[in-house]
């Protein structure tokens, strides 16, 4: 596609449930990131891939959190037994693979957790 | 341990004038960083960046400086214009062996009339 797509764009779902979040990357980039922003906070990195592996899984907040990505392409980020706190918008970032490189986000999916 | 910071939450400036958007930094090892730009319901989008070896770079009207002693940039937008109104997030990466690129917590930037 033409740029990073992600979906859902927006979930809404009761305390306790789990979700699944999608990120379909840019064709060839190689270095996949999401990060998180909660209400007035700033963007909170939490895991990147360098093809399909995940060389620093550092900055996911809690074991309820997983990723994955296969094929080099399309990650999911799953969140388990959801809280409230876990409410932000989560954005996936992909970028051809140089640390230089600029880093193209998605528009977000938005989670609220009731 | 908030490595990148954007001690100013928002700022307002008149069209016209000149904007200028700090944002400090604690890790030496940082040695290439960037500005993104977010609007509202949108992913952030870069704007322009400086490697650790320059203290400058321009970009139409935009401009970032780095002081590395200081572990200061800022971004000098002039002349500001409405269209500029957007949260302005601050970005830093080291070369460390790992691609991690850390984010500030961002200034709101309103440009008036």
């Known amino acids: 596609g033409a740029g990073v797509s992600q979906s859902p764009s927006n979930k809404v779902t009761e305390k306790g449930k789990d979700v699944e979040l999608r990120c379909d990357p840019i064709s060839g980039h190689t270095a996949l990131y999401w990060y998180r922003q909660s209400l007035g906070q700033g963007l909170e990195f939490l895991i990147y891939f360098q093809g399909n592996s995940a060389p620093d899984k550092s900055g996911l907040p809690s074991d309820r959190f997983s990723a994955e990505r296969t094929g080099g392409s399309v990650s999911t980020l799953t969140i388990q037994r959801t809280q409230q706190e876990d409410s932000a918008v989560y954005l996936c970032?992909?970028?051809?693979?140089?640390?230089?490189?600029?880093?193209?986000f998605g528009e977000g999916s938005r989670l609220t957790v009731l | 341990d908030q490595q990148v910071k954007q001690n100013s939450p928002s700022l307002s400036v008149q069209e016209g004038r000149i904007s200028i958007l700090n944002c400090d930094y604690t890790?030496?090892?940082?040695?290439?960083f960037l500005w993104y730009k977010k609007y509202p319901a949108e992913g952030p989008t870069f704007l322009i960046s400086i490697s650790s070896i320059k203290d400058k770079n321009e970009d139409g009207r935009f401009t970032v400086f780095l002081n590395k002693s200081a572990k200061h940039l800022s971004l000098h937008i002039v002349p500001s214009q409405p269209g500029d109104s957007a949260v302005y997030f601050c970005?830093?990466?080291?070369?460390?062996?790992?691609?991690?690129?850390?984010f500030g917590t961002g200034t709101r930037l309103q440009v008036f009339p």
């Open positions: 970005a830093a990466s080291a070369n460390d062996g790992t691609d991690k690129l850390i």
């Open positions: 970032a992909s970028r051809v693979g140089a640390r230089t490189g600029e880093l193209f």
């Open positions: 890790n030496s090892m940082f040695d290439y």
